[in-house]
């Protein structure tokens, strides 16, 4: 059986390839045939994501749709996981979560099993789909609630060296309130400003 592995990271800052090594022994111990293997650093908020969909594009019915966990795949709103989940259907891929033990059964269950498994297998991954989104938004909250916080206790608070350019600090704390994973690139080129001082005012925060 065919398999397509699918490394996903939010950042430049963190590896999409970290998880390629054991997704791959996994591989090898389920007995799947690696045919493609599709990295990138992208928000998991996102369905318009260039690997994934060259993976879609490029697999074959019956074949392996192979990740380390479900929050690999999808950060996505209920609608876009819908979209993608559909996809996957209409493809006839079998979507393998490494840390998801049911899962594992769609590779070797046949029969009425096979299909018993496949419909609770579907109903954990809506679960773990859903409890990743919810952790997306809870992590949108708190960015916002810390901004928030700074200015009630003091209204004219700025970062330390940029009161002459408040305009832009605030325009990228909005920008990564709003998109909390987006890599500092993205969230630079939202913003009109250079990468550095995205880091800058991530450092900031921090401090």
Not at 2 to 14: C, G, I, M, P
Not at 47 to 70: H, I, Y
Not at 196 to 204: L, S
Request: aromatic share 4%; proline share 2%; charged share 30%.
């Amino acid at each position: 059986m065919n398999a397509h592995l699918y490394l996903r990271a939010s950042t430049k800052d963190q590896d999409a390839s970290r998880a390629k090594v054991a997704l791959e022994l996994f591989a090898v111990e389920k007995g799947l045939n690696i045919v493609g293997v599709y990295a990138e650093n992208i928000s998991g908020t996102k369905l318009n994501r260039p690997e994934l969909l060259a993976l879609l594009d490029t697999a074959k019915e019956g074949d392996v749709l192979l990740v380390e966990s479900v929050d690999r795949l999808s950060r996505l709103s209920q609608a876009d996981w819908d979209t993608l989940k559909a996809t996957i259907r209409a493809k006839g891929l079998r979507l393998v979560v490494a840390d998801l033990p049911t899962s594992h059964m769609l590779v070797e269950a046949k029969g009425i099993t096979g299909q018993v498994m496949d419909v609770i297998n579907n109903m954990l991954i809506d679960l773990m789909a859903t409890m990743a989104r919810l952790d997306q938004e809870k992590r949108v909250e708190r960015i916002m609630q810390g901004l928030k916080n700074k200015k009630a206790a003091d209204p004219d608070w700025k970062p330390a060296g940029k009161a002459k350019n408040a305009a832009m600090w605030d325009k990228v704390t909005t920008v990564m309130g709003k998109h909390p994973t987006m890599s500092a690139d993205e969230v630079a080129t939202l913003a009109g400003c250079g990468v550095a001082t995205v880091y800058r005012i991530k450092r900031e925060l921090k401090a």
